[in-house]
């Protein structure tokens, strides 16, 4: 069976690599025959430019100029994730429109994960992450997600049209699954990020014994924090750092000297991040994908809500009844007890490789052997 996947592989972000490596390493696992189709939008790549529109201000041609000039920003991410294309089984051509991809066959065509159906990051809903090109004998969702968007009618339209070529949906959060179920007769699934179809020592297998990082025996906080104003986060740092007397490590793109960091991982690898976390006394994180490695590594963490994006966290640590590890307060601070959480995680991890392989094969779990 050959099986196609889109979804974003070529960010400079962890939980993208990440997430798109779990995926076809997943598959590949099952027997099946999976290429990553290499399929990039451009507005969600415009990063990788020495000047783009930051926060879609025009000031923000210049501040990302100057902070790749000066900060050497452009330089750090290429250090971290420039050879991560050779980590998947890509195509042998590369795509930028979508007219180019309408010949292309396969089996099944997969959609997701990320957030690839999130209007602001792809510069309106991308058709190619609808899945409307090429051919197919099966069409599936795993997983994708919206963030935390709201659909706009013109969207619910657009929606409602493609979905009816699905076989199988499933998004990540319950937010994208009440937006969506209305607009199709086909059931949507709730799953979890597919970084969760491999478990810890899978990860440390694939990715985090091969990091200058993986035999560190020394103590230290991590930080890995992705909001745009990361002083707002200093005095809770502070405050963790203090009550556990431990350093403070911080995963960064840039030369900029934060005070309550006591050592900078610049340019760190997909492989030193599962490393960097696997061993941290602690996970400080405003990152979706900092939150679920940390659950998946059973790290100790506590999640910071991200303004902008907080629905994706949330509906995480709900579903492993993990929540009292958002924001916690610093004095209140005390280790994960996974004691509870493993058996849910257990059983939703379980549930979703049976989901994932009954959309693939077409053949209900229940038959599944």
């Known amino acids: 069976m050959n099986i196609g996947v889109v979804t974003f592989h070529r960010a400079y972000n962890y939980g993208v690599c990440l997430q798109a490596f779990a995926t076809t390493y997943f598959l590949k696992e099952q027997g099946f025959c999976v290429e990553l189709i290499d399929y990039t939008n451009p507005y969600e790549q415009r990063i990788q430019k020495w000047s783009y529109k930051e926060n879609n201000r025009i000031s923000g041609y210049l501040t990302s100029l100057l902070k790749n000039l000066l900060l050497g920003k452009k330089r750090y991410y290429q250090r971290g994730f420039g050879h991560i294309a050779q980590c998947y089984p890509l195509t042998r051509q590369r795509y930028t429109h979508k007219a180019q991809l309408d010949a292309l066959e396969y089996d099944v065509l997969i959609a997701g994960s990320d957030q690839i159906w999130n209007a602001q990051i792809t510069n309106g809903i991308d058709d190619v992450f609808l899945l409307r090109f090429g051919h197919a004998k099966r069409r599936i969702s795993i997983a994708s997600s919206m963030g935390s968007s709201t659909l706009t009618q013109a969207e619910r339209q657009l929606f409602q049209a493609a979905l009816t070529s699905f076989q199988a949906i499933s998004v990540r959060e319950d937010f994208a699954r009440q937006q969506l179920q209305p607009l199709t007769d086909t059931p949507v699934q709730t799953l979890m990020d597919p970084t969760f179809l491999l478990d810890r020592a899978a990860w440390l297998r694939c990715m985090g014994q091969t990091s200058k990082y993986a035999g560190t025996t020394e103590r230290y906080i991590l930080t890995y924090l992705i909001a745009p104003d990361k002083n707002a986060y200093r005095a809770r740092v502070k405050a963790y750092a203090d009550k556990l007397n431990c350093p403070v490590w911080t995963i960064q793109y840039s030369n900029y000297t934060w ?14 991040f599962i490393a960097l976390m696997a061993n941290a006394e602690l996970v400080l994180t405003d990152s979706f994908h900092g939150t679920a490695f940390s659950v ?45 959480s493993n058996p849910r995680l257990a059983a939703l991890q379980a549930e979703q490789k049976a989901w994932v392989l009954a959309a693939v094969t077409g053949v209900p779990e229940k038959a599944q052997v």
Not at 259 to 272: C, M, Q, V, Y
Not at 307 to 336: K, W
């Open 296 to 340: 998946n590594l059973r790290r100790n963490f506590v999640a910071f809500t991200h303004s902008t994006n907080p629905v994706r966290v949330r509906t995480l640590l709900q579903r492993i009844g993990l929540d009292d590890r958002l924001d916690m307060p610093a004095e209140h601070y005390r280790p994960v007890d996974y004691t509870d």
């Open 259 to 272: 005070k309550e960091s006591n050592r900078k991982i610049l340019g760190a690898t997909p492989a030193d």
